[in-house]
């Protein structure tokens, strides 16, 4: 076993940049990083067009099918790693073919117990170096992650004592135009990523008293970002209330179509080959103190007599076909907030990780609504939207601890509308196209937990509440590493810390 040491002594990689203008999406907080703007210019400057899968603009500034990498699209090319903050995490843009595949050749089956957004994209990526993996699931791609917004969005949903989750969510956003390329190369599937940056506002006094001291917090962590009056938030999304009284522009975070995610992720899994068992785990099989694989329960889930309409045919194994015990070396637990709980794991190995309930709402506006995503607090209570390139707009999401209990109620969607006419009073005039509510896996410090337990075999990607999506490139990268036999020594997100804190 290689271990790896995180460079520069620090925990897990260097410290946030120390300078705004160092970095790739820097804005000072007092004006653009590029100099003055122009005449007639939007703070943060005119908005950027949609990402290409390859992480740069449409040539026509609308939509495009990125081009896969390796092919001459127009443009300069960045350099390998470029705009990355590191974690001490490897795993940059070069394509799988053209290096060794890391797991090739390693003896014994990697079974992926979770089918959502993270545990497909662990799936995917051992897959692609040469893992035997099976995923596990009785409904892959829905869950939490066909409830979720998709914003990847660090910086904007940075808190004040959250610093490391902050740098992961940082170091994962920079990795995600080359996931996404990747993915678009295996799958076919354009998973409609845009870059124009969020716009979180204020609506009454005390909000923008916190707001302003937010950005103050921001400032001294040399976060990009650009403080903005009322006036200059309507310059920029016109449909914004009058009673808007100020914003915070963060111009690097982006945006993404979960569902288009897991259903990229299922239909690459199907080209590589990877079984996706519709059924549920009953318990881990354990003998000699060692993971020797996974028992298989009914389906469980309400997908599991059929695809899910507009995903593409997989290489699916229903309760018929599937043997009732999968044989593995190691288990990747990725079961989102059923994390914590599955049977056959000796008592103190799991992470404790809890359902947290959220509501969210879909709606389809009948003209061109949002450029970018709008977050906003009303009264003290949360509230974002996320715009769509097809015309459809998220609206979300309540946060509530209700154990797993998952119904859609009139007060959850009452909240979210009522805030949300606050900000954006056109909003109520928009067609309802979809209600759900996920669980998200939370954890007692807001950090997942990724990486090997205590139990030889077993190791745990989950607790990532709600960066599931941000922090899923990341998350598998650091999967791969694992399973080829790496140690990550003092990651902050290792499952251990919560063994010695309950010591």
Sequence with gaps: MRRVDPPDGDEFGPKFPAAAGNHPHAVSTGGSANGPKPAGEPPGGPAPPPLSAAGGPSASGGERRADPPGTDAPGPKKPAGHGSTSTGVDGGPQRAAERPKRLAGRRGRVVVVGGGVVGLSAAWRAAREGAAVTVIDPDPGGGASYAAAGMLAPVSEVTYTEESLLRLGVDSLARWPGFAAELTEDSGDDLDLRSAGTLDVAFGADDLAALGELAEFMAKLDLPVERLTGRECRRLEPLLAPSVRGGILAPGDSWVNPRRVTRALLTALSRLGVPVVRRRVAEVVVAGGTVQGVRLGGPGGPASGGVRPGRAPLLLQDSGE??????????????????????????????????????IMRLRTPYPALTRCVRGTVHGSPVYLVPRGDGEVVLGATQEEMGFDTRVTAGGLWEILRDARELVPGVTEWEVTDVVAGLRPGT????????????PGLLVASGHHRGGVLLAPLTADLVVRLLAGETIVDHPCSPSRFEESSR
């Design 444 to 455: 007692p410090d807001n950090l997942p937990a990724i990486g090997p337990t205590a139990l």
């Design 322 to 359: 599937a043997p009732e015990t999968i044989p593995a070396e190691q288990v990747v637990l990725a079961a989102g907030a059923w994390t914590g709980s599955l049977p056959g794991v000796p008592d103190g190995v799991l992470p404790p990780v809890r359902p947290v309930k959220g509501q």
